[in-house]
């Protein structure tokens, strides 16, 4: 299947400061991107879509102004948790879909973000 | 609305063959059924997918109900690499669906 990377695989910052996780698809050209947040022992939440050289759309309840998303070419977005605080401590994963129909959807192996 | 419904959790002997099921009960006709897994603090990964008819995969079989109701997943001979949490979800492939995740069945090989 298609390859998606993220980068960094793990990342721990202090509380008020801001990181930005990458989203690439390395063999595949993604014109959607999509933001996954998975808390311990829970299932995976869709928090925002990206469309390539678009406003990302936000699910409701993810604050668009904290979790800044830039999609700047078909195999790049990321994603920038602005002012984190210990709450936003989890693990992100972005996904990549291909175009065509049926269409596929391939997953990062995420990114474990621990704010302290 | 929860599309599809799991068993939480099923174990398995490694060597024997797993059987996942799911429920979709609701599944329109334009609605294909996808299998991912997520192995612990892995992003999910595509299994298989099918719509009316069964398919077969190097990595698992989908057994689809003749009125789609219902779908299970077959592992062949499960190892103990396939413990991990297997979510079945139903979706279109037009526009900008998205991919849903509900809680899947957490499924454990037993040496």
């Known amino acids: 299947g298609a390859v998606v990377s993220q980068h960094p695989s793990r990342v721990i910052c202090k509380s008020g400061t801001s990181v930005k996780i990458e989203c690439r698809s390395l063999d595949f050209q993604a014109t959607t991107m999509f933001w996954y947040r998975q808390f311990p022992k829970q299932s995976l939440m869709l928090m925002a879509t990206?469309?390539?050289?678009?406003?990302?759309?936000?699910e409701q309840g993810v604050e668009k102004d904290k979790f800044l998303i830039n999609h700047a070419s078909l195999t790049l977005s990321t994603l920038t948790v602005t002012s984190a605080h210990p709450e936003d401590s989890s693990f992100y994963i972005c996904?990549?879909?291909?175009?065509?129909?049926?269409?596929?959807?391939?997953f990062g192996p995420g990114t474990r973000l621990t704010v302290t | 609305d929860a599309k599809t419904t799991q068993p939480t959790s099923m174990d398995c002997a490694e060597g024997r063959a797993a059987n996942l099921p799911c429920n979709h009960s609701?599944?329109?006709?334009?609605?294909?059924v996808y299998w991912y897994r997520q192995i612990h603090s892995q992003g999910p990964q595509y299994i298989i997918h099918?719509?009316?008819n069964n398919e077969t995969n190097e990595m698992a079989s989908l057994i689809i109900t003749e009125d789609r109701k219902s779908s299970t997943l077959i592992l062949p001979h499960a190892t103990l690499r396939d413990t991990a949490v297997y979510y079945c979800i139903v979706r279109t492939n037009f526009g900008n669906e998205k991919l849903t995740f509900g809680t899947g069945t957490r499924l454990t090989i037993i040496p």
């Open positions: 996904s990549a879909r291909t175009g065509g129909v049926p269409y596929e959807q391939y």
């Open positions: 990206s469309n390539e050289g678009s406003k990302a759309t936000y």
């Open positions: 609701t599944i329109s006709g334009n609605e294909y």
């Open positions: 099918g719509l009316k």
